[in-house]
């Protein structure tokens, strides 16, 4: 390798693996935090700002994430309609039970780049299941 020249991940270089992680006990924005830097690609060393080089990432017991202090009753996920009137608000625990996912999914989210093809691409290797079992057995998990 010439060391004058700078490296860059082209897409048939990249070797995507599949992690597995368990969320059971874990604190929900550490743990969104450590699956950002694997869907980026930050844990490789070929990391590359402008390129996929990021992981799949497949997340069980997502109903088993923990939220600290008072956040499962007084945390608020609002969505607007557009309409007069149309605020929506849940809270946390609410969420969970209706929909166990969304809150890693929301987390992770928001921690990606914003507003971009490469983001939607890299949020779409994430695969998140709220209990035990997958249907990602055939790949290789690391």
Not at 30 to 49: C, D
Not at 117 to 131: H, P
């Amino acid at each position: 390798m010439n060391m004058n020249r700078a490296f860059y991940l082209h897409n048939e270089n990249r070797k995507p693996r599949w992690v597995l992680v368990d969320a059971e006990g874990k604190s929900l924005g550490r743990l969104a935090s450590e699956i950002t830097k694997m869907l980026r690609g930050k844990t490789v060393p070929w990391y590359t700002p402008h390129a996929d080089a990021g992981d799949y990432v497949v997340v069980i017991n997502a109903e088993k994430v923990v939220l600290t202090g008072k956040k499962m009753t007084n945390k608020v996920y609002q969505r607007y309609s557009g309409w007069i009137g149309g605020l929506k608000e849940i809270s946390a625990r609410d969420m969970m039970k209706k929909k166990p996912t969304f809150l890693i999914e929301h987390a992770v989210l928001g921690m990606m780049p914003k507003h971009s093809a490469l983001a939607r691409s890299m949020f779409s290797k994430l695969k998140v299941y709220a209990g035990p079992n997958h249907p990602h057995k055939a790949q290789k998990i690391s």
